[in-house]
């Protein structure tokens, strides 16, 4: 117990010490732990890759564990604008913690780079801004897709959280007003282990074409449980959170031939050259598969990846008008934000505006198919 | 003043002058969220430490209680000082209905229970629309005070504070009363207090309804604190962590309950920034740590910091003001030799095996009747089917001509019967005058709220005057406060029956009352029950010392293989050939 | 619904129920001699398959880790026990040497068959030699100096354990899923319904294990030995029964059925480092449908649970989860009322 209350003491110290220095400070939180681990621990390893300066300034990146709970992503955004005094908020890279944690950035009048495409309600999301695209922008290559294929119904199998809700609004609005028609809606949770029961509700609809709103290697096992069922491979589509090579690994023969929505990231190397984010889109694969390993790129990694992107063409407009630590150079940062015009990165093109903060344009998006294991991209 | 009164008065200063000091705006918000898990902590002291009901599910209370408010505020905007009512109402409708199912399993079946609808109700509000789904309800308004939003953590530090400490010392408060020590002695089964004419099923349900109110508030308080709500802080993990929490700080200790909230809070968040700095790479550290910490406290200190704390403060003894108290009232004796109890022809069978084989007996007013015979005669088990703790299988049972078989214990002991226990069953953390108040709980009538509230002052008084009369009268005056679990057997059976005079009986069943007592103690036990019996009072006696009983006892009934051997005076029962071959067996 | 899907469905929930028969038979094993409501159970399981997922990516599991460090703590505190207690210094060193012995011999040959992608069935029985030895540490470390206490108290050392083993399950095989190879590729047809030979597998092994573990604990003498340690620990020790030794034995038999059922379940669905939580949890309303007594109680249970997951999510898969936690009540209620009234413990 002696040592303990050494420990806390030599803690309490060390929270108190940092955040009055002339660097930019940048609070993240992401889940380290906890179900949406698989989003935040590439958003970690995203992070990592992050230069050590801009624009002369040293950049003092504090890295906390929000555990999924939203409870713990608001103390650590309070945290961060309170005790380290940070010029900028990123995360989380869950929906509901980022959406709490949008609150906490508006009071302080702080950035906060959301990792998560959140839906806010009118008036409020004034300091927040999304780095991965929205699903509504993600949900355009699957509808053209299905237009151009004559899809006249579908079906819908997503997780019973707020990934598979957020894609289940946007993509029956998307199709709807195609005149494509919504015949079935079924969720599941990650850790089931398998999907029977929806399936055959979801295939006795016989829908021309499936969606599945899953993430990660999670996206697999509702992949597997349609084909078993009989559903052609052909016919069933992913969301850009499954546009990882964990799918495929997982997924097996059973995912060869689907379709699979996703930023331009992860086939950067496919795109053609006069694309403005194959240059980036190559040069994060390379870099995070060096660290991490070969074919560990994924979509949150590029997404943090991003982030840095952005800050490195926001922080030296807002030097130009104030010191970091500064309530003003906070305000200068939101405002180098929605007055930077188009800032290419990894995963498209961003332009943020005053009124439009998730930034990406309706031709972001692309349809991947998966051949021989590997991702082909859909023309 | 006592010294514990100045702490108290210290602390609460201490708190009151803390939002003004500059203290970091991060160690307010810690203190805050402290609170508001003390607050659920101090339920669970109450139902977990004191009552004995392990729950797992705090935490789906607090969601009840946050969402209710939140959803009242925001789509009737309603005041969030009405909203509370509404959320405090629903969370005790759930908990009546929850409580209702999982009060009456016993064992390891009911935290089982708590974590089925822990589990059940979290994935609820992760599912209902209405409630925002996984996202959840945002942009929640604050509470104010006159006007007043109390949007910044100092501001609500004090409501928050106010209420913590509210609740601990109106916790403090039941435990010192007649409802308090009905809830205490919950935890040893459900027999001693029935006998004692406490109704243990709803004094279950009455804690269980406390700790999910105090979680209820802790939710509403959540809700406008964080402004906004969504189901992660409501699932099993959170229910764990209070239980852990309680367990930390001293699971039986009130005040525990806000020692162990900041241990594990401040430990929780130290060890989430220290641990990833020290060892790198993905922080999952400290659920490992919390995890091998659990272990390790149960396995070293499992009694809890607080405690550790109470065991090296001086114990103040209580303090004596109810000599003026006026005495209770006492139910008018039947007079001298009227018939009191009637036993007529019980049988108890279980399964195949006769216990006891139509017994037939009287007491009348003014009498002590023995009950003997070898080691599982089914002595024992009479007395439980006279006393209502067995039901009968067949026969009558009569106290003053009416039928009293078939009644559940607290009936029985409500209509003047009182025993006491071949075992003795005591609650060993109070003091033996607490223990002895206990029997006259039914001699009372003031519940929990006025407990609470400190209105019930005169009506306890003149239980413990009563208390400290009937341990005069077994001699024990002098060991008033000592801890009941401190005393030698022969004490504590003198303890039970002082216990058993206090709800002012006409009948006493007395279990082998001089098991375990030295020769003067007997002597002074014969006394005391002749003198009872002077006083009219009806005395059915088991026992194995033949001294005592030949000596103090008007008839004996001699009982043998749940057969009924004979009856007779002392006399006649040392005579008879039957009896003594029952005991020694035949001559060959 | 026609025949043909509830057909279906009920094939699939009975193939489910297996899967959680497999875990309730083990918790049931377990409290039927130590008292201990073992809710890391499913921890072992997703060991066991996520253990052998890392041996066929040529990884070295941190399992093996986990095995070594804690078979080096539970010697080390029994030695210092053993020197307090004033044993001679040959004896305390040779129980050390057998203690560590069983766990170093399979660590260091996990070292060395590692990266070499040795043949499925090699690298699976690696994977159960690994993971079987956590079953009796655990209990040494966690259990054993409780071993007198109350139900309760040890229900809430088996969450801590949960916890630790969970946080390690993250740190030693991260956040994404995986899927081993199936040992039986066949699938049988009888019109729509499809059975895997997986699945197959999975049914067999769990009606061995209720036969097996009936008959053992019901007919032979080793078996209701056992059974004596849970009610009366002075009593079996009186009679020479070591209940140390059941305590690890039985604990170790759990911890084998679990990594087998890991290596069983691994091919049929997505294993994740939290996956274990959840099927324990089912499995464990099994087991409580059979009092935490019977075997073939809780093979009941298991199939009640799986069928009422599968129409479930068939009617409301939304609602699945709430569906399943709220049946279990009644249940408990029952099974708790024909318990019988005992007080207390």
């Known amino acids: 117990m002696k040592h303990l209350k050494t420990w806390l003491a030599a803690a309490a110290l060390a929270a108190l010490a940092t955040g009055a220095h002339a660097d930019v400070t940048i609070g993240v939180s992401v889940p380290l732990t906890g179900p949406t681990s698989a989003l935040g621990i590439p958003s970690k390893n995203g992070i990592s890759l992050w230069p050590s300066t801009i624009a002369g300034e040293k950049l003092n990146v504090i890295v906390l564990d929000d555990a999924t709970d939203p409870t713990v992503g608001v103390k650590n955004a309070r945290r961060f604008v309170t005790e380290d005094k940070v010029d900028l908020i990123v995360g989380s890279a869950a929906t509901p913690i980022a959406i709490a944690m949008s609150d906490v950035a508006a009071e302080a009048q702080t950035v906060q780079l959301a990792l998560s495409p959140i839906p806010l309600p009118e008036g409020k999301g004034a300091w927040t801004f999304r780095l991965p695209q929205s699903t509504a922008v993600m949900s355009i290559p699957i509808v053209e897709h299905w237009k151009k294929t004559g899809v006249k119904t579908f079906g819908f199998v997503g997780y019973a959280d707020a990934y598979g809700e957020a894609w289940l609004k946007d993509i029956t609005a998307l199709a709807t007003a195609a005149g494509i028609k919504s015949v079935g809606v079924e969720r599941f949770a990650r850790a089931d282990t398998s999907i029977t029961g929806q399936a055959l509700k979801l295939v006795g609809a016989n829908p021309d074409a499936i969606l599945i709103a899953a993430s990660g290697s999670g996206a697999a096992m509702p992949h597997k449980g349609l084909v078993e069922r009989g559903y052609p491979k052909g016919k069933i589509y992913q969301t850009h959170g499954a546009a990882t090579l964990d799918l495929i690994r997982v997924g097996g023969k059973d995912v060869e031939g689907s379709f699979v929505s996703s930023g331009p990231a992860l086939v950067a190397p496919k795109l053609p050259d006069s694309n403005p984010s194959k240059a980036l889109g190559v040069r994060f694969i390379e870099q995070y598969e060096k660290a991490f390993g070969p074919k560990s790129a994924n979509q949150f990694g590029a997404h943090a990846f991003d982030a840095a992107i952005v800050l490195e063409k926001i922080i030296p407009m807002a030097l130009k008008k104030a010191r970091p630590g500064t309530k003003e150079f906070r305000a200068a940062l939101k405002e180098a934000l929605e007055t930077a015009g188009r800032i290419p990165v990894s995963q498209g093109v961003l332009n943020y505006t005053a009124t439009d903060h998730f930034g990406f344009t309706p031709d972001t998006g692309v349809l991947l198919k998966v051949t021989n294991g590997d991702w082909e991209v859909v023309k | ?588 | ?345």
């Not at chain 2, 016993?106 to 996202?135: M, Q």
């Not at chain 2, 216990?499 to 001089?514: F, V």
């Not at chain 3, 986990?66 to 001679?88: H, I, Y």
Request: hydrophobic share 55%; glycine share 12%.
């Open chain 3, 1 to 345: 619904m026609d025949l043909s899907i509830a057909g279906i469905l009920l094939l699939d929930g009975a193939t489910s129920g297996a899967v959680y028969a497999l875990l309730a038979l083990a918790l049931v094993l377990v409290f039927a001699v130590t008292r201990v409501i073992f809710i890391p159970q499913g921890e072992f399981v997703a060991y066991g398959a996520l253990t052998l997922a890392m041996l066929q990516m040529g990884k070295l599991p941190g399992t093996v880790w986990l095995l070594a460090v804690l078979a080096v703590l539970a010697t080390l505190r029994d030695a210092f026990a053993a020197v307090r207690a004033g044993q001679p210094a040959g004896r305390i060193a040779r129980d050390a040497a057998r203690s560590l012995a069983g766990p170093a011999v399979v660590a260091l040959l996990a070292l060395w068959a590692a990266p070499r992608q040795l043949p499925l069935v090699l690298q699976s029985l690696l994977a159960l030699a690994i993971v079987t030895p956590l079953g009796p540490l655990v209990y040494r470390l966690a259990y054993r100096p409780l071993a007198d206490a109350p139900v309760l108290v040890l229900l809430i050392v088996s969450v801590g354990v949960h916890f630790a083993l969970t946080g390690l399950g993250l740190l030693f095989f991260g956040a994404e899923g995986f899927r081993n190879p199936s040992f039986w590729d066949e699938r049988f047809r009888a019109g729509p319904l499809v059975l895997s030979g997986q699945a197959l597998i999975i049914f067999l092994v769990s009606a061995a294990l209720i036969v097996g573990l009936g008959l053992f604990f019901g007919r032979t003498l080793r078996g209701k030995a056992l059974r004596a340690t849970a009610v009366n620990r002075l009593g079996a020790r009186l009679m020479g029964i070591s209940t140390d030794g059941a305590g690890r034995w039985s604990m170790g038999l759990a911890a084998f059925i679990g990594a087998l059922s890991g290596l069983l379940i691994g091919p049929t669905t997505t294993m994740f480092y939290d996956t274990g939580f959840l099927i324990g949890l089912k499995g464990f309303v099994a087991a409580i449908f059979g009092g935490l007594a019977s075997y073939p109680g809780a093979a009941a249970g298991a199939l009640f649970v799986g069928w009422l997951e599968s129409f479930g999510s068939f009617w409301a898969s939304a609602y699945k989860e709430v569906i399943v936690f709220t049946m279990i009540l009644p249940v408990l209620l029952w099974r708790s009322v024909t318990h019988g009234q005992t007080d207390d413990e």
């Open chain 2, 1 to 588: 003043m006592t010294s514990s009164r100045w702490f108290l008065l210290a602390f609460a200063a201490a708190l009151a002058l803390l939002p003004q000091l500059p203290v970091p705006e991060f160690w307010v918000t810690q203190l805050n969220y402290i609170g508001l898990y003390a607050l659920v902590v101090i339920g669970l002291v109450l139902l977990t430490g004191i009552a004995g009901l392990t729950s797992f599910g705090q935490a789906a209370f607090v969601g009840i209680g946050a969402y209710s408010s939140a959803w009242l505020t925001l789509n009737l905007g309603l005041s969030p000082w009405l909203a509370v009512f509404g959320g405090l109402a629903l969370t005790a409708l759930a908990a009546l209905l929850l409580g209702w199912i999982t009060l009456r399993m016993s064992g390891h079946y009911l935290p089982l229970a708590t974590i089925a609808w822990c589990l059940s109700l979290y994935y609820l509000f992760g599912n209902l629309e209405a409630l925002g789904r996984y996202d959840g309800l945002l942009g929640i308004a604050p509470l104010s005070v006159f006007g007043l939003p109390l949007n910044t953590g100092r501001s609500f530090f004090y409501l928050l504070w106010a209420l913590v400490m509210l609740a601990a010392l109106a916790a403090t408060q039941l435990l010192d009363s007649r409802s308090g020590r009905a809830l205490r002695a919950l935890k040893g089964g459900s027999t001693m207090p029935e006998a004692m004419g406490i109704d243990t099923f709803r004094a279950k349900v009455t804690v269980f309804v406390l700790a999910a109110l105090l979680a209820g508030m802790s939710g509403w308080l959540f809700a406008h604190f964080q402004r906004s709500v969504n189901p992660s802080p409501f699932g099993l993990k959170m229910g764990i962590e209070y239980l852990f929490m309680a367990v930390i700080g001293g699971v039986g200790q009130v005040w525990g309950a806000l020692a162990g909230a900041a241990v594990v809070k401040l430990l929780e968040d130290q060890l989430q920034v220290l641990l990833p700095r020290l060892l790198g790479g993905s922080g999952s550290y400290e659920v490992i740590v919390f995890g091998v910490l659990l272990v390790g406290v149960l396995q070293y200190a499992r009694d809890g910091l607080w405690a550790a704390v109470v065991a090296r403060l001086p114990r103040r003894a209580r303090r004596r003001d109810w000599a003026d108290a006026a005495p209770l009232p006492e139910a008018a004796r039947p007079p001298h030799g009227e018939l009191v109890l009637d036993v007529h022809s019980v049988r108890k069978e279980f399964g195949g095996l006769v216990a006891v084989n139509d017994v037939s007996f009287q007491v009348r007013a003014g009498e002590i009747v023995g009950l003997i015979g070898p080691n599982g005669a089914g002595k024992s088990t009479t007395f439980n089917l006279v006393s209502g703790v067995l039901p009968l299988t067949r026969g009558e049972v009569r106290l003053r001509g009416e039928r009293i078989d078939g009644l559940p214990s607290r009936g029985i002991a409500r209509r003047g019967v009182s025993r006491t226990f071949q075992h003795v069953k005591m609650v060993p953390e109070m003091t033996v005058l607490e223990n002895v108040a206990l029997g006259a709980h039914r001699r009372g009538r003031r519940g929990v709220l006025p407990a609470m509230l400190r209105l019930e002052r005169d009506e306890e008084r003149r239980l413990l005057r009563e208390a400290e009369r009937q341990l005069q009268r077994v001699g024990m005056a002098d060991r008033l406060d000592e801890l009941a679990g401190n005393l030698a057997l022969g004490p504590q059976r003198l303890m039970e029956i002082a216990r058993a005079l206090s709800a002012d009986p006409s009948l006493l069943l007395l279990d082998e009352p001089a098991a375990g007592l030295r020769h003067q103690e007997k002597r002074a036990l014969a006394g005391v029950l002749r003198q009872l019996r002077a006083e009219g009072l009806s005395i059915l006696l088991v026992e194995h010392d033949m001294d005592l009983v030949m000596d103090v006892s008007d008839r004996i009934v001699v009982m043998e293989f749940g057969t009924q051997l004979m009856q007779g005076t002392p006399a006649e029962v040392q005579a008879s050939a039957a009896v003594r071959a029952a005991y020694l067996g035949t001559e060959h």
